[in-house]
């Protein structure tokens, strides 16, 4: 059985070259010698000497691709599917170096036409998978994302992508259930906890009574523990936290809500460490501040937050939630007066803090009074 399949393997490799010519054989060769060099000089000599054909245009295309020459590259390949339609490993290629590039448009019309060609290709899918998650297209991202897996079933990276689009649907729990299949296929990738992250604290699982129902903050550590030590990562970590803590002042668990707020500075300054520019971290460094009653240093931490970003409505907020706090009522109002001047319409999130919150009218007036009492 051996020798057989030894000379079918042969047989075919003879059919290939009887049918091309000498000058494409050796280009051929010198390919999978990674003489790229040589393998371009043949292919061209080929086409020059014997005229246009589609196999000696897709494969000076794949020269240029592994030479890193992509305008040439895309341009032998489309020279090869125009003079065969059905050159699907043109198409395909064509597809990924769009992809990479980023022209998803382009990628988009390529790679389908590979998958008409070839309904097996699992890199086909995948990249196609992919780009409707770009184009925030959930649906057709899932659709794509599944046919892959049922052509090479258990790539963890599918289910990394899957757990994506379920999120874009706002399926949470469907998300959950796709990532924590790509950590089962894949322990250690710190990306696959960071997005599972996401997943529960898109849940809002910091609002769970139960704390071994609170997992974004573990998966949040892990990511980090495997090697995510991005700002991103750390200020995610930290709005957790922050979270964790608003719920257990809602609760009535004042200890538990301060440990929380503590843990959660340490992330936020961390995220500082990491980019100076993090607006946002210095805005919830200034509410984690605030909560621990520290309002000289809230206070501080909002007035950078603002210098960074001066036209953020809910900053402002903040800083006059700081100085009503403390009592200088004249500087509250004229922080608020510029939340309104910003958004007329301006509405604090209710949901996001432990305490009720007021309507920025209604702050305004309170601020007047208080000024006029003084």
Known sequence: MLKKVSWLVIGL??????????????????????????????????????????????????????????????????????????????????????????????????????????PNSFDAY????????????????????????????????????????????????????????????????????????????????????????????????????????????????GNTLLNRGFYHLKTDRQNGALDYFETALVKYKKVLSLDPSASNAYNNIGLTYYYLDRLDEAVTSYKKAIELEPTIAFFHDNLGDAYYKKSAFDKALSEWSLVYELDPNYVTDGGYFPLPQKGIKEKIREAKRRCQQD
Not at 66 to 89: F, H, M, N, Y
Request: proline share 1%.
């Open 13 to 118: 490799q003879y059919l290939l070259f009887a049918q091309t010519s000498n000058l494409f054989n050796a280009g051929y060769e010198e390919y999978f010698r990674n003489n790229l060099d040589g393998a371009e000089e043949a292919f061209k000599k080929a086409i020059e000497q014997e005229g246009d054909v589609a196999l000696y245009h897709l494969y000076l295309g794949k020269t240029y691709h592994r030479k890193g020459d992509e305008d040439k590259a895309k341009k032998s390949l489309l020279e090869a599917v125009r003079l065969d339609g059905k050159e699907k490993r043109a198409y395909l290629l064509l597809g990924e170096i769009y992809f990479v590039e980023e022209s998803f448009k382009e990628a988009e019309v390529y790679l389908k036409r590979a998958v008409e060609l070839e």
């Open 126 to 237: 995948f990249k196609l998978g992919q780009i409707y998650l770009k184009f925030q297209e959930p649906d057709k991202a899932i659709y794509h994302l599944m046919k892959a897996d049922e052509i090479e079933k258990d790539a963890s990276w599918v289910f990394f992508y899957l757990g994506q689009a379920y999120l874009g649907k706002e399926d949470k729990t469907s998300a959950i259930g796709a990532f924590n299949r790509a950590i089962m296929l894949e322990s250690n990738n710190p990306l696959f906890y960071y997005w599972r992250g996401n997943s529960y604290f898109s849940s809002a699982d910091y609002n769970s009574p139960n704390d071994n129902d609170f997992h974004s903050a573990d998966d949040y550590r892990m990511s980090i523990e495997f090697g995510l030590s991005t700002a991103a990562c750390y200020f995610m970590y």
